[in-house]
């Protein structure tokens, strides 16, 4: 379940990370869930460094640290995703 989980959480985190980035971006559904998902394991970190990963009732701030990971993440992934997509020739 746990794989299922982690694709999910990084699904959404994803298209929420699309959504609130201005302009539109590149890359492909599948590779925004993959960004998604390492949004969530670093915000995941970043959680437990500051002490906050466990708390009692909804981790409000886990979650705001998974999600500005995610930002972070697809904007740097587009980029990237989009300097290596424009230097392909096509023949």
Not at 29 to 52: E, K
Request: net charge positive; aromatic share 8%.
């Amino acid at each position: 379940m746990g794989w299922l989980w982690a694709i999910i959480v990084g699904f959404v985190l994803g298209l929420l990370a699309k959504a609130i980035l201005p302009g539109k971006q590149h890359s492909p559904l599948w590779l925004t869930t993959v960004f998604g998902i390492i949004g969530a394991v670093i915000g995941n970190s970043l959680a437990a460094g500051f002490g906050i990963d466990e708390t009692k009732g909804i981790d409000w701030g886990r979650h705001a640290l998974q999600l500005g990971a995610a930002l972070v993440v697809v904007a740097v992934g587009d980029m990237l995703y989009k300097a290596v997509k424009g230097n392909r020739q096509t023949t």
